[in-house]
């Protein structure tokens, strides 16, 4: 990422004025102000059921709706389109329901979208120098401002409001530069975070091989002067066993279903609070576990709040998620640092005590394991993206068990040689991270003038990989895309 483009190396404009905006502050001088009441003009052109069916989203603006897919149709789709309006590739669209968070953009389709959409033909302004402007951090504010309501997350857009909007116009030649330069700057930004997100799956690949050979019993484990040492496992040490899905375990190991030495679900009599205690517990709703097994024990709720419609732990269990994709991305954990003596959380977590027989720390690597989660996914049921493993499958399924002693030495020999995997996954997460602010201040930046990048050379953008789905960006399920259709 080191070019002549970086911050440090831009220049301001010559002369600046008062936007007359605080968030916005300075605006080159010879920058042209309007109002959005100028630039748009709304269209309601109807009665096209035979164009594609359109969304506008936060992270990408609009986008072709992929009907055939169950896990992106969150709502009701009608049989009679008609009433759908018509966007054409270069118009400005938008989910009212959601413009304060930036849900809208100029279409690169053409196509229907919600009739509760507004969409708007563009006046004296390039489609693509507002579509980068209109959607950055500078401008995304002033429709917070335009928009109200009494449900949180679902605030209506007043189109009169939106029409004051303050917007500040450059030269055509400066909006060409200026969508040019952030064109090439976002597909470098977007080559350098392809980059880094393979290489986390890189490192993850390399932490799943470590755990599956560790519980499977592919490697014997040593302890050589206090260092553990891993040595391949002889052929001839493996025993057939048919009834366990490994086929063979390591000699000496028992096999037996995961019921006979867990108990499942356990009660929540044994706490020793009361339905009327008002006492705090932590509360894990299933954003709060992430995939490689550490818990956010930030939200505690009192005990008689949560006691009853949610599933009950206490420290040293192990849970795991039912639904996908949670399940099948090996989403649970060992809480080991729960910080009450017991909590709750969703239903959709299945809850594991394991007895004597078994170390949870074990028992969690186990259930995380490729492994586990690909014999898992055959026996999943359910509609597609609504998919769950039955709490059955997990009880029956046949483990093979070492010694206690063993155990303890498998975990051990896992955790000190994921520790630095682990942490080279958040190193390259936290670089992600600050690349991505930085890709957002830069586009703010550029789109209200505080850098003129009228004069920087642009190279060929044609070989830079930008094949990157922004949707990575965000870590946690995909977002809602036709909020605004059920208020029609």
């Known amino acids: 990422m080191n070019d002549s483009s970086h911050p440090s190396s831009f220049i301001p404009y010559p002369s600046y004025k008062d936007s007359g905006v605080q968030w916005l502050g300075e605006v080159p001088k010879h920058w042209e102000m309007r109002k959005l009441r100028t630039i748009l003009t709304p269209i309601a052109e109807r009665n096209r059921p035979d164009l594609p069916l359109l969304s506008v989203v936060r992270e990408k603006g609009v986008i072709e709706r992929n009907v055939r897919d169950d896990s992106e149709n969150h709502n009701y789709i009608p049989d009679d389109l008609s009433n759908y309006k018509v966007v054409k590739s270069g118009q400005f669209a938008m989910n009212k329901m959601k413009a304060w968070q930036g849900s809208y953009g100029i279409s690169k389709f053409n196509g229907i979208v919600s009739p509760a959409y507004f969409v708007f033909d563009l006046k004296y302004i390039e489609p693509d120098f507002f579509h980068k402007a209109v959607r950055s951090r500078a401008y995304v504010p002033f429709f917070t401002q335009a928009s109200d309501g009494v449900r949180v997350g679902q605030w209506d857009l007043s189109q009169t409001r939106m029409k004051e909007i303050t917007f500040f116009i450059p030269s055509h030649q400066e909006q060409t530069a200026i969508a040019r330069f952030l064109d090439y700057k976002t597909a470098q930004i977007a080559s350098f975070i392809k980059a880094k997100k393979r290489m986390i799956e890189l490192l993850k690949e390399q932490k799943q091989v470590i755990i599956n050979d560790a519980v499977t019993g592919k490697i014997v484990i040593k302890d050589e002067g206090g260092r553990l040492k891993a040595e391949k496992r002889p052929d001839s040490s493996f025993i057939p ?79 795991i998620a039912k639904i996908t994709p949670c399940f099948e991305n090996g989403k649970g954990a060992y809480l080991d640092e729960l910080e009450t003596e017991c909590g709750f959380g969703t239903t959709e977590f299945i809850t594991i005590r394991p007895s004597s027989k078994i ?9 995380s394991s490729n492994w586990f989660l690909k014999i898992g996914e055959k026996y999943m049921t359910g509609s597609a993206g609504q998919k769950r493993i039955s709490s059955d499958f997990i009880k029956n399924f046949q483990l093979g068990i070492p010694s206690l002693e063993e155990q303890a030495q498998i975990v051990s020999y896992i955790e000190h040689k994921t520790a630095a995997i682990g942490k080279a996954i958040s190193r390259t997460e936290r670089e992600i991270a600050l690349i991505q602010e930085y890709r957002t201040r830069l586009v703010s930046d550029v789109v209200t003038g505080k850098v003129d990048v009228r004069d920087i050379k642009i190279p060929d953008i044609a070989d830079i990989d930008d094949t990157i789905d922004e949707s990575i960006d965000e870590p946690e399920g995909k977002e809602e895309l036709e909020t605004a259709e059920a208020e029609e």
Do not use: A
Not at 274 to 297: A, Q
Not at 359 to 367: A, E, M, N, P, V
């Open 241 to 319: 066993h048919p009834s366990s899905f490994l086929q063979t375990v390591p000699e000496g190991w028992e096999v037996r279903p995961i019921k006979q030495i867990v108990f499942f679900n356990p009660s929540k009599t044994e706490t020793g609070f009361s339905s009327k205690s008002s006492e705090n517990v932590v509360f894990l709703p299933m954003e709060n576990v992430s995939v490689d097994g550490r818990i956010n024990c930030s939200i505690k709720k009192p005990y008689k709040d949560v006691c009853n419609g949610f599933s009950y732990f206490k420290k040293g269990d192990v849970v």
């Open 359 to 367: 170390d949870g720390r074990l028992l969690r690597f186990i259930l």
